[in-house]
C-alpha cells in the first residue's frame, strides 16, 4: 500500500507509540490529532511509557454489566418457573388422586401414597415397582407403581382389564383391591 498519502485518525482515542517507518511516515500530524496518548517523531511527542497510562475502556466495563444483568434476568426467570413448578406439584399432589375402590376400604389415598418411599421397596420388573404398605388399620397390602402409566395415560384397554381384575375372585389371581 505504497500509494496511500493521506489517511484521517483523529479522535479514535488511540494510544502507544506510531512506527517512524513505512506508510506512517507519510502522514502529518494533523492525521492523528485528539488521540493525546498517541506519540512518536511524527507528532513531535517523546515516547515517555511511564507517564502513558492505560485508560479503562467503557467498552469492556459496558459489556461485562450487560453480560452480568443477563444473568441476573436468566437465574430470575429459571428461579420463577421453578417456583410456578413447585407450587403446581403441590396443588396436584395427592389430593388430585383419584381412587377406584373394588370393594369398601378402611384407608386413603394418602395412606397409599406413604407405602410408595423407596425404603418399602419389595420388587422390580419390567412392568413396575412392587411397595410393602401397612394401613392405618394394620393391613398389609402390596402397591405397585406401573412404570409408563401416569394421570394422563389414555389406555382404555389396560383400564377394562384392571376393573374386570377388580372383580374377579379366584383362589389363584391376587385380590386387587384399588386403583389410583
Not at 25 to 54: D, E, M, R, W
Not at 71 to 80: K, N, S, Y
Not at 150 to 170: C, K, M, P, V, Y
Amino acid at each position: 500500500m505504497k500509494s496511500l498519502t493521506n489517511a484521517d485518525f483523529s479522535f479514535n482515542d488511540f494510544s502507544g507509540k506510531l512506527p517512524e517507518s513505512g506508510q506512517f511516515s507519510c502522514f502529518n500530524a494533523s492525521s492523528f490529532a485528539g488521540n493525546p496518548q498517541l506519540c512518536g517523531p511524527v507528532l513531535n511527542n517523546p515516547c515517555n511509557f511511564t507517564t502513558i497510562t492505560n485508560t479503562p475502556r467503557k467498552a469492556s466495563g459496558d459489556f461485562k454489566l450487560v453480560f452480568a444483568l443477563g444473568l441476573l434476568i436468566c437465574f430470575l426467570v429459571f428461579a420463577a418457573a421453578a417456583i410456578i413448578k413447585a407450587k403446581s406439584f403441590k396443588r396436584n399432589g395427592p389430593v388430585s388422586w383419584k381412587i377406584t375402590a373394588f370393594q369398601k376400604l378402611e384407608f386413603k389415598v394418602f395412606d397409599i401414597l406413604e407405602c410408595v418411599k423407596d425404603g418399602n421397596v419389595i420388587g422390580r420388573g419390567g412392568a413396575g415397582i412392587v411397595y410393602h404398605g401397612k394401613m392405618p388399620d394394620g393391613v398389609e397390602i402390596a402397591v405397585k407403581k406401573l412404570l409408563g402409566f401416569g394421570s394422563n395415560s389414555n389406555d382404555w384397554g389396560f383400564r377394562a382389564e384392571i376393573q374386570t381384575l377388580g372383580n374377579i375372585r379366584h383362589r389363584n389371581i391376587v385380590r386387587l383391591l384399588a386403583l389410583c
